[in-house]
């Protein structure tokens, strides 16, 4: 079944900097890519995501890449700010017949004033 | 805001009680799910409805029953539970009919608490 590998697992930077977050996945068969944010006492909250038929998606600070050949894609935040403090996780489609998604660990974002 | 609706958001219970968690949905998806989330950990699959009927049992503990009333309504009905099963339990719901390919909107979860 899929693996998906997360890093890394905790993640400080300064206001205004830029985040990575970096994912791996094992099922070649895996086409769907998501990037949940989950703020503390609330649920995930998807924030982008992206299909295997397309290298980089963006969507104002947030941007992912996908790398099919090497099974991995990527997380980045621009300019970050306080709010952008909190735990991300990636997750891939199961290839298998089921289909439901596979979540990393987690990465928890600290963003200092 | 999400478009999940769980209740209750937070319960508390003894390992004889009885009691329910609830998840509701508006729009239109025909997929939903449950998970549990412990704490620093990611959410992990407990079952899936698909169309009304259950697609996908992750070899849940018999001490927790999914019920799907109607396409829009999702029930999680606890029974005899243990002090670990203390966690967020996640709705979540998705119009693809139960593949997981499409997205994923989860509510904002019910914490658990087992006495």
């Known amino acids: 079944g899929e693996n998906v590998e997360q890093h890394p697992s905790t993640l400080s930077v300064q206001e205004g900097d830029s985040a990575v977050i970096k994912c791996t996945y094992s099922?070649?068969?895996?086409?769907?890519f998501p990037w949940y944010k989950q703020e503390l006492g609330k649920g995930p909250q998807l924030i982008i995501d992206?299909?295997?038929?397309?290298g980089e998606k963006k969507d104002q600070r947030i941007a992912v890449t996908l790398n099919k050949t090497a099974k991995h894609f990527s997380l980045h935040i621009t300019e970050t700010q306080p709010e952008d403090s909190a735990v991300y996780f990636c997750?891939?489609?199961?290839?298998?017949?089921?289909?439901?998604?596979?979540f990393g660990k987690g990465t928890k974002l600290s963003v200092k004033p | 805001d999400t478009e999940v609706t769980q209740t209750p958001k937070h319960l508390v219970m003894g390992m004889t009680n009885k009691k329910s968690l609830k998840c509701e949905q508006h729009?239109?998806?025909?997929?939903m799910y449950w998970y549990k989330q412990k704490a620093k950990k990611p959410p992990e699959l407990m079952f899936v409805?698909?169309?009304?009927?259950?697609?996908i049992n992750e070899s849940v503990p018999s001490r927790f029953s999914p019920e799907c009333p109607n396409s829009s309504l999702l029930n999680l009905h606890l029974h005899a539970l243990q002090p670990e099963d203390s966690a967020l339990y996640l709705c979540?719901?998705?119009?693809?009919?139960?593949?997981?390919?499409?997205?994923?909107?989860f509510g904002e979860g019910s914490r658990l608490t087992v006495l």
């Open positions: 997750a891939a489609s199961d290839g298998g017949s089921q289909g439901n998604l596979i």
């Open positions: 099922d070649s068969a895996s086409n769907y």
């Open positions: 992206i299909r295997s038929n397309v």
């Open positions: 729009m239109g998806h025909r997929a």
């Open positions: 409805y698909s169309y009304e009927k259950l697609s």
């Open positions: 979540a719901s998705n119009i693809d009919g139960g593949l997981g390919t499409g997205e994923l909107f």
